[in-house]
């Protein structure tokens, strides 16, 4: 009982192992789209794409590395041969105030939670505008409201919706939403 509005969609989601890049995937993969599923834990991505059985992509990547999140791009056009969709869901998320976070923390947590995501968003770039592509990029509560104890995961979630707002300025001339 698919729904049509996103049937054969070409769905790119980062994070898709766990959490809401998970959910994200099966729910687009039950609407009857063709998903590329990223992340690292790849026992738990094949598990999904057994499921759906000529409906999958799937890549190992990790978010920390410049080259591999450059590369991405040419996977996922040459296994879905655009982008319709994209979802940023990788996320990773480390407790620390100011006095306690570790620089290496830090530094990881903006590869990942922000680093990454624009460079995915300025690599696709002139696939996005070939399908008026729809990004979706998962922050949080935290992105506009500090926690304590939070203060390098508060920062990535703040700087990736500044990023989104800034993407979606520059992107809305191209018809990308």
Sequence with gaps: NKQTEFLNKKVV???????????????FLNQGANVCLCGRDTNTLKKIGEKFPGQVSIMKIDLTDDLQTFDLKS?????????EIMINCAHIKFDGDLEKT??????????????????????????FKKYDTSIVNVSCLY?????????????????????????????AVDGIR
């Design 143 to 171: 992105g506009s409201k500090p926690m304590s104890g939070l203060t390098g995961y508060c920062m990535t979630k703040s700087g990736l919706e500044m990023l989104t707002k800034f993407a979606a300025a520059e992107f």
């Design 13 to 27: 989601i980062t994070g898709a192992s766990s959490g809401i890049g998970k959910a994200c995937a099966l729910y």
């Design 75 to 83: 996977s996922v056009i040459e296994s879905l041969k655009g982008v």
């Design 102 to 127: 570790f620089p290496q923390d830090y530094d990881y947590m903006m590869d990942v939670n922000l680093r990454s995501i624009y460079i995915l968003l300025s690599s696709f770039n002139i696939y």
